[in-house]
């Protein structure tokens, strides 16, 4: 058998291009990857921002893809615990070097040898993608299949801090409903809190209620926003826009903590005291690391969390990201690969 794969991609050919079919070869497999074919693959606000090279570095042709689903076409020679075959997933990061510090500590996220799916290398929009064995992970039954690869980014997007710092007995709000806030909502109701919805979308009240918010606030109305004071333990942001950051700070609890989890790009300002006397804080991830997102498949399992979503083919690829960007899309786009 030939060492080289033929892939049969859809890239942008520069920022801002639409998708188009474009192939190109894998060379030899490295010895803990494993190559992955892609069933479905779901669609990330981060695609968007690489493909108009928002972040300044992305590589083009660009191929875009990292909520990957899909079976294990074939394995390194190190590669173990898993068989040709097995349904799984894989996300934001592709490689870790196992021997940085950070990695050996279980921080992966943090590794800066770290390498993303889609920085400088070609993601999931693709029938093939190739995955170091870490960050390649097994998908159970408990999931439905085609649903699990918005788990693998927008999933673990809000997973991180709902592990770290939410408490069954504690208050959580998750402003934005989109493909990460819906995720939040159902982690968080499943872990047992009192959670609160914000959205700017009318239309999404009666979904967010369904997936598991105790309350609902539209458009960021003050008076709702100041009856909620000092009352949220933790309050995810989700959204890359900005919001009232003081009006939000403000409905935390003392030593409350604001989240984010969404990539505004604009600078952020707040008054300081709206931290100091309270002891209040703000913070940041980006998604899981592979032990937690092992933990996150295996809570997602037990108590039936799935991603909603709408379904497209691979060949409407253009289509789903102007549906995306029109902020129609219940909750998360995935593309099918068919046949
Ligand atoms: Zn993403």
């Known amino acids: ?16 291009g639409r998708f188009e079919p474009y192939q190109f070869e894998f060379g030899p497999l490295g010895d803990d990857e494993v190559e992955i074919e892609v069933t479905h693959c779901g669609i990330c606000h981060s695609d968007h921002n690489m493909r108009n ?9 660009f191929v875009g893809g990292h909520e990957v689903e899909g079976r294990v076409a074939r394995l390194g020679a190190s590669v173990t615990g ?19 510090p950070r990695a050996q500590a279980g921080d992966h996220t943090l590794s800066p040898t770290s390498r993303g799916m889609i920085v400088g290398r070609h993601g999931g929009f ?25 788990l693998f980014c927008g ?12 408490k069954p007995t504690g208050r959580v709000g998750v402003v934005g ?34 997936m598991g918010a105790h309350e609902v606030v539209v458009g960021s109305d003050p008076e ?54 309270t002891e209040r804080s703000i913070s940041g991830s980006s998604v899981a690391s592979p032990s937690n997102t092992r933990a996150m498949l295996d809570f997602a399992g037990r108590h039936g969390i799935a991603p909603t979503t709408e379904h497209f083919p691979i060949t409407s690829i253009n289509e ?15 593309l099918d690969f068919g046949g």
């Open 155 to 166: 999933g673990a997007a809000v997973w991180t801090p709902i592990q770290n710092s939410a």
């Open 224 to 277: 709702e926003i100041v009856a909620r004071a000092g009352t949220l333990d933790l309050l995810i942001t989700t959204m890359d826009q900005s919001i009232d950051w003081d009006a939000h700070i403000g409905m935390l609890a003392p030593r409350g903590r604001l989240h984010l989890a969404g990539a505004v790009m604009e600078p952020i300002s707040f008054g300081a005291f709206g931290l100091i006397m």
């Open 320 to 334: 789903a990201f102007d549906r995306l960007l029109a902020g129609e899309v219940r909750h998360r786009a995935i």
């Open 1 to 16: 058998m030939s060492d080289s794969t033929t892939v049969n991609a859809w890239a942008a050919m520069e920022p801002g």
């Open 82 to 100: 898993l068989a040709v075959g097995d349904r799984v997933g894989a996300g934001w990061f592709s490689h870790t070097d196992p021997d940085c």
């Open 177 to 210: 409903i989109g493909g990460l806030g819906h995720l939040a909502l159902k982690f968080a109701k499943s872990w047992g809190c009192h959670v609160v919805a914000f959205t700017s979308t009318a239309s999404k009240r009666e979904a967010a209620l369904a």
């Open 53 to 61: 090279d928002d972040w300044g570095m992305t590589v083009f042709p």
């Open 126 to 150: 693709a029938d093939r993608v190739r995955v170091q064995s870490t960050w390649t992970f097994p998908i159970s039954d408990a999931i439905p299949v085609g649903e699990a690869g918005p």
